[in-house]
């Protein structure tokens, strides 16, 4: 059974997808696949900009129909929490990686909508000192 | 300091954008306030709690971790941490460019997760979609992941403290004084720098 589901990306990004437990628990059409995760199935493998990482057993993957989320994560090494009750799925960082990257002291770039609904990214304030600060209302 | 190649970017860890626009607004702010409903740049540098900072220099490098940060002496009863000592050091880095830490005491200062914090945040992420989404059923559905990610990361400040407002508990109330004090006794886990923190700390 198909059903309309969320994916949210570990960048935060949202999409709405049709999705299915008939390949896997938690699997998405082949269609909606690279807008909903920012990845491509190619040739080379799952690809994003230009990291590629080789998928070995294509079946295990995708039927031609659908691609299986779980499978997808593992290859690409990011971590997956869904819920198929509720029908939402979320692509995180995985520890080990998320320790890597803090190691390197290269401030990851980020995009997020400031309070009048803009859109902004760190990098728009580049070759000057930040100050980035972490702050809430609760 | 803002002549001086210098920027602040705030960021609201704060699903509600009314409060933090009401907030900006309020202040009128010079700097940008963004808001990250999904906590993305808690993850990626390491906050777990607010307010706090990191320096990020103008080649991109972080040259100082993150760090409990008041912008003023408003909470100094409750924190005892001094502002005054953090401004100071902003001050030499910006205009003087002096760094009090170098980068191997950036890396040993640095918070990074356990993969129970990194679940912890997709169920947030998942309950805070599924709250924005609204259809008959999602309020459980949020409430439930909004559980889960409690579980796995019962002392961390913006998982535990950051969903009291989003299932109705007063942030101030009784239940943010049992976490604090569920927080003290496991030895106050977070930002270890503590620059300016006074000596003797009686939070519980």
Redesign the interface.
């Known amino acids: 059974m198909e059903s309309s589901s969320l994916v949210i990306r570990s960048d935060g990004g949202t999409s709405a997808v049709t999705s299915s437990r008939e390949f896997g628990d938690f699997s998405i059409l082949v269609s909606d696949f690279e807008g909903a995760t920012g990845w491509g199935l190619k040739p080379e493998g799952l690809c994003k900009g230009d990291v590629c990482y080789p998928v070995r057993n294509v079946e295990e993957l995708s039927d031609g129909v659908n691609i299986d989320l779980a499978t997808f994560a593992k290859l690409t090494n990011q971590s997956l929490l869904f819920d198929s009750e509720y029908q939402v799925a979320a692509l995180g960082e995985l520890a080990s990686s998320r320790a890597t990257s803090m190691s390197t002291l290269v401030a990851p770039d980020f995009r997020l909508p400031d309070i009048h609904g803009k859109q902004v990214s760190f990098s728009d304030f580049n070759r000057r000192k930040r100050l980035l600060l972490a702050w809430s209302s609760w | 300091m803002q002549d001086s ?10 699903a ?2 009314n ?7 309020k202040e009128a702010l010079t700097f ?7 906590h ?8 777990v709690n ?9 080649n ?4 100082r971790p ?1 760090d409990g ?1 008041p ?1 003023s002496d408003l909470f100094r009863s409750f924190s005892h941490v001094d502002s005054e000592v953090h401004h100071n050091l ?1 001050r030499s ?2 205009r003087g460019n002096v760094r009090d830490l170098d ?1 191997a005491q ?2 040993d200062f ?1 918070l ?4 129970e ?3 912890a ?3 947030r ?2 309950a805070i ?2 709250r924005e ?1 609204g259809d008959p ?2 309020e459980a ?1 949020s409430r439930k ?1 909004l559980a889960l990610a409690e579980e796995l990361a019962p002392l961390d400040w ?1 998982i535990r ?2 969903n ?2 989003l299932v109705g508990i007063d ?1 101030f109330g009784e239940e943010f004084f049992k976490f604090v004090g569920e927080w003290a006794k496991a030895g106050r886990p977070g930002y270890e720098l503590g620059t300016g923190r006074e000596t003797k700390p009686d939070l519980t």
């Open positions: 190649g210098f920027q602040i970017v705030a960021v609201a860890l704060d509600d954008e409060a933090v626009i009401e907030w900006a607004t940008p306030v963004l808001i990250d409903k999904f993305i740049v808690a993850d990626l540098y390491g906050f607010v307010p706090a900072a990191i320096w990020v220099d103008e991109d490098k972080i040259v993150a940060t912008g902003l880095w910006v980068d950036v890396r640095q990074p997760p356990t993969q914090l990194q679940d945040r997709l169920h992420r998942i979609a599924l989404r059923g999602d559905g992941h913006t403290r950051g009291m407002p942030p």
